[in-house]
């Protein structure tokens, strides 16, 4: 029996035994995790970025990467299956190696890309008014509080004031959209790994995951941001050309950091993502209640 069978927060049952002469189409179900799970200590960030050149073949990746992502419409799922494939490998070498962008597996790409957008734009929907609203009030207040002044302008306690609840506002906002990340994370990552949409609303797996990972959630979302910076002034500083390529290399970081966020889960006894490999039909034996109509003749 696997390890992680008993679980309460496993995907699916195993399936039923059919009946003679009955054909069963089972799906064949494989938890997403390394041969041999090593203990890490923590969190590596710099490793998210070190790694993508440790790969002979970055330039190549990097290259395919900028030109799927000019794909009208497709770019988006593509590059976002692509992370979703690069995760995969992540975790099962525990960080040690990651695929090479293949055109030949870009019906993978395409399916892991639309099943994490798909969750992404319903959490949007349910939650977006309340993160707009958030934002748009706190500018409403700084736009109240500067106008007060009437035609003398702002006075300085006015103007200090608007500072200030700019600044709580962008803080609200921030801590807002960081306990949403904690639901959209994981959703994503059940979507885009397990390649099933059903699966991915497992909401007692996510409540587990945010609150084994929050903390290291926390501080990588402050890592990404800092990496942006330097990432901008080299697109900057060559024109824009540079751009592009710093987006695939952020996008990568990302599949990094996520897949060492997924190791340290199951490290600290979280269930794994299951993904479907395939489906079998499967037919039982024929019972006969009488002997076939040619029988062997007998010598």
């Known amino acids: 029996m696997s390890q992680f069978s008993e679980s309460p927060f496993a995907d699916r049952p195993p399936p039923k035994p059919g009946a003679a002469g009955e054909h069963v189409t089972s799906e064949i179900l494989e938890p997403i995790v390394s041969p041999t799970l090593h203990p890490k200590p923590g969190m590596a960030y710099w490793e998210s970025v070190n790694y993508v050149f440790r790969n002979p073949n970055w330039m190549s990746n990097v290259a395919w990467g900028i030109l799927a992502s000019l794909i009208p419409m497709a770019g988006t799922l593509i590059m976002m299956g692509y992370q979703f494939r690069v995760m995969d490998g992540l975790i099962r070498s525990q960080g040690e190696t990651y695929p090479d962008f293949?055109?030949?597996?870009?019906?993978?790409?395409?399916?892991?890309?639309?099943?994490?957008i798909i969750v992404y734009m319903v959490f949007a929907a349910v939650v977006g008014p309340v993160v707009f609203g958030v934002f748009y009030c706190g500018l409403f207040g700084v736009f109240i509080v500067l106008a007060s002044g009437g035609e003398q302008g702002p006075n300085p306690a006015a103007t200090a004031a608007a500072i200030a609840l700019g600044i709580f506002a962008f803080l609200v906002l921030f801590?807002?959209?960081?306990?949403l990340s904690l639901i959209i994370a994981p959703l994503m990552l059940r979507a885009g790994l397990g390649k099933d949409l059903g699966r991915a609303f497992n909401f007692?797996?996510?409540k587990d995951f945010?609150?084994?990972m929050w903390g290291e959630m926390l501080l990588a979302g402050l890592f990404a941001l800092a990496l942006v910076i330097p990432l901008w002034l080299v697109g900057a500083l060559t024109c824009g050309i540079g751009l592009l390529p710093a987006a695939v290399i952020f996008q990568l970081a990302q599949s990094h950091l996520w897949s060492q966020w997924y190791l340290l889960f199951l490290q600290r006894g979280g269930e794994p993502i299951y993904l479907a490999r395939q489906k079998q039909n499967v037919v039982t034996a024929q019972m006969y209640s009488s002997p076939p109509s040619d029988p062997p003749q007998r010598f």
């Open 204 to 206: 007692p797996w996510v």
């Open 102 to 116: 293949k055109w030949d597996d870009l019906e993978d790409y395409l399916m892991r890309g639309l099943w994490a």
């Open 175 to 179: 801590a807002v959209s960081f306990l």
């Open 210 to 212: 945010a609150g084994k």
